[in-house]
């Protein structure tokens, strides 16, 4: 079983930035990616990164996030630059190996307006 561990979430005024990371026991080939759930909204995809370096992105991103990964340390990362109230959420790290797909606990990303 893969264990993430994640960190980096906190409170930050509208305007900010954050830099979540999640390091995975798995192996490297997988794709990781971010998550996150917003109160009475669904789980929704913010960015995922294969291990070719393929990403991908929610639309609400606008630009502003950044997905990247350390293979060496078998590790994702998310850069949230300019980030919004509406970006208030639980985010959630997870992989996914040929078979399964693992979760983080989760981190709360809290904006200010």
């Known amino acids: 079983q893969v264990q993430l561990v994640e960190s980096g979430g906190g409170l930050v005024q509208a305007g900010g930035s954050l830099r979540l990371s999640c390091a995975a026991s798995?192996?490297?080939?997988?794709?990781m990616g971010w998550y996150r759930q917003a109160p009475e909204k669904q789980r929704e995809l913010v960015a995922t990164i294969t291990s070719s370096g393929r990403t991908n992105y929610a639309d609400f991103v606008e630009g502003r996030f950044t997905i990247s990964r350390d293979n060496a340390k078998n590790t994702v990362y998310l850069q949230m630059n300019n980030l919004k109230p509406e970006d208030t959420a639980v985010y959630y790290c997870?992989?996914?190996?040929?078979?399964?797909?693992?979760w983080g606990q989760g981190t709360q990303v809290t904006v200010s307006s």
């Open positions: 798995g192996n490297q080939v997988s794709t």
């Open positions: 997870t992989v996914r190996q040929v078979l399964s797909q693992y």
